[in-house]
């Protein structure tokens, strides 16, 4: 069965600070990939995606996400974090490919911005 | 264009009560998804729905909670009789299949609080 690993729970970085979230995905092929952002009494809404080609995928925000098939891993990056980026981060993997569409998401990395 | 729609937003009831929860999902999405987010158990997904079929329904806990789709533009989760476990942020998720990348669009969530 699939699963994602997001091994941080919480990380703290300072306002202007580069920023690299840690996702691992155990899967029989590769995944679609998906990174989404849980704001404070939101619901979830998608960052960027990966289904194939170029494994460097930008996103909004800023936020942009590269593909490691030797490492079985998804990181998301931003170069310069910005107070409003203070949010809870899923990572998810999908079946590639049409015909089913459960994804499973990891259990999430909180991030805090120190001003 | 509207968005995933849920509601209530809040809803506070007594132990034993009935609770419907509602969803209308995007316009053209074909799939449908309830969530339910809880602190110690992350996010679970605990039902799917393709063109108003659930597909999937192994992650409803238990026979409390019931999952409908009478139609494409909505679907209701009841959990009668309600317990204080079942306090949680529940949300629903639209996409569609009918191309590649059927990234999840969420609703803003329906947070549950039974007494």
């Known amino acids: 069965a699939q699963s994602v690993t997001q091994p941080d729970i919480h990380i703290t970085v300072s306002e202007g600070a580069s920023l690299e979230l840690r996702c691992n995905y155990s899967?029989?092929?590769?995944?679609?990939l998906f990174w989404y952002v849980q704001s404070p009494g939101q619901g979830l809404q998608l960052l960027l995606k990966y289904f194939s080609g170029d494994t460097l995928v930008q996103g909004i925000k800023g936020f942009e996400a590269e593909f490691k098939r030797s490492q079985s891993s998804f990181n998301l990056r931003k170069p310069s974090v910005h107070w409003s980026d203070a949010a809870e981060y899923f990572c998810a993997v999908g079946p590639p490919g049409a015909g089913s569409y459960q994804l499973t998401f990891g259990k999430g990395t909180k991030l805090s911005v120190i001003p | 264009d509207a968005g995933v729609i849920q509601s209530p937003r809040h809803e506070v009831t007594e132990m034993g009560q009935e609770v419907t929860l509602r969803c209308k999902p995007i316009?053209?999405?074909?799939?449908l998804f309830w969530y339910r987010q809880t602190m110690m158990r992350g996010l679970e997904l605990l039902i799917y729905f393709n063109n108003n079929v659930p597909i999937d329904d192994s992650g409803m806990p238990e026979d409390r909670f019931s999952a409908k789709m009478p139609n494409a533009s909505f679907s209701t989760l009841k959990i009668q009789p309600s317990e204080p476990r079942d306090s949680a942020v529940y949300f629903c998720?639209?996409?569609?299949?009918?191309?590649?990348?059927?990234?999840?669009?969420f609703g803003p969530g329906t947070r549950l609080t039974v007494t």
């Open positions: 316009s053209g999405h074909n799939s």
């Open positions: 899967y029989g092929a590769t995944p679609y």
């Open positions: 998720a639209s996409s569609s299949t009918k191309r590649t990348g059927y990234e999840q669009y």
